[in-house]
């Protein structure tokens, strides 16, 4: 039986699920591809097309050694019933659907971390360089500074009184 890390470097990611492909499991389990074929082929109404992918051409095109199915976690847990001969090998490979579901879910968590920290950073970096400020807006003076005053006053209020 091959260790973890080797079943989570087959599991291959698609449509949005962990899921092996076809002859890793048939490897796995020590079955031919065309038994696990034939035993998903007599069943279609155990195994919907979200438990076993049936690949598209182009799916097969993107993936080394292009299978035909691809089996997700529940897909997996389900021959467990049909292959009582082999459920402890199909135990081992449940923890490697699992730990990749973990990964996964980490690998998500930092990617969101990661984009908010590049967010604020941005916001400082703007910040510093001045670049939040609208262009065209006169410097503000530094101190007390009254607008509204009548033209003159000032200097009204300076020039000496006669008398």
């Known amino acids: 039986m091959a260790a973890p890390v080797e079943i989570l470097s087959r599991l291959l990611w698609i449509r949005d699920a962990a899921a092996l492909p076809d002859q890793a499991l048939a490897d796995q389990l020590g079955l031919d591809l065309k ?13 919907s097309e979200s438990l076993v992918f049936h690949l598209t051409a182009e799916e097969r095109q993107k993936i080394p ?21 082999q459920e ?25 971390r990661l984009m908010l920290l590049e967010q604020k950073v941005d916001v400082i970096l703007k910040a510093l360089q001045g670049e939040g400020e609208e262009e065209g807006q006169p410097e503000r003076p530094i101190g007390f500074v009254q607008e ?16």
């Open 148 to 163: 509204n005053l009548p033209k003159g006053l000032k200097a009204r209020q300076r020039a000496p009184k006669k008398g």
């Open 35 to 47: 038994a696990l074929t034939a035993l998903v082929q007599a069943r279609p109404e155990r195994f």
């Open 65 to 85: 050694q292009a299978p035909v199915l691809a089996f997700t976690e529940a897909g997996t847990a389900l021959l467990t019933g049909l292959l009582a001969d």
């Open 88 to 112: 402890p090998a199909l135990l081992k490979l449940l923890p490697a659907f699992a730990e990749a579901r973990r990964v996964l879910t980490a690998q998500a968590e930092l990617a969101a």
